[in-house]
């Protein structure tokens, strides 16, 4: 009998599966809802990074409900040199994907690199107690002509 529960300790501990992620999706009874509102790139939380409107102009993101795990973003972006991504743009059908650290959108994806690395994304912050709602996000693109990478811009959500 001894030998028989070392054998099921050893099978048992063999089929764990010791490469899991650590942080796994949490689920959103409906993240759409609790990201949705609009954001206007104007905070300077982080000192190095300059805070918009800059030359006068800023971006904005609006996120509208189309399910409980689907968003349209529309992103209004004036031409603004490396500070913007120069276009007005709509995604139509965004997944929502909830992690403990926040919200991630992905929103444009670049076929020419390899494993069609990340060309926008919009990570949004989950809300702090006391507030429910998200207030801030931050939006990484590439500007026009960038070879460089991608720039990250800070928002505060408005409504």
Not at 38 to 59: L, M
Not at 95 to 106: A, D, E, S
Not at 120 to 132: G, R
Request: overall charge positive.
């Amino acid at each position: 009998m001894k030998t028989q529960l070392i054998l099921l300790g050893i099978t048992l501990c063999a089929a764990c599966k010791h490469d899991a992620p650590v942080s796994q999706p949490l689920p959103a009874s409906d993240a759409a809802q609790v990201i949705a509102g609009t954001y206007t790139a104007d905070i300077a939380r982080i000192p190095t990074v300059k805070a918009y409107p800059i030359n006068g102009r800023t971006i904005t993101v609006d996120i509208e409900r189309l399910s409980p795990d689907r968003v349209r973003v529309k992103v209004q972006a004036p031409a603004n040199g490396f500070y913007s991504p120069a276009r007005d743009t709509t995604y139509e059908n965004v997944y929502v994907l909830t992690r403990p650290q926040g919200y991630y959108l992905t929103l444009e994806t670049d076929a020419t690199q390899p494993s069609n690395q990340l060309g926008s994304e919009l990570v949004i912050a989950p809300p702090l107690p006391p507030a429910t709602s998200p207030n801030w996000a931050s939006y990484v693109f590439a500007p026009p002509g960038y070879q460089k990478g991608r720039v990250s811009a800070e928002f505060i959500k408005l409504r």
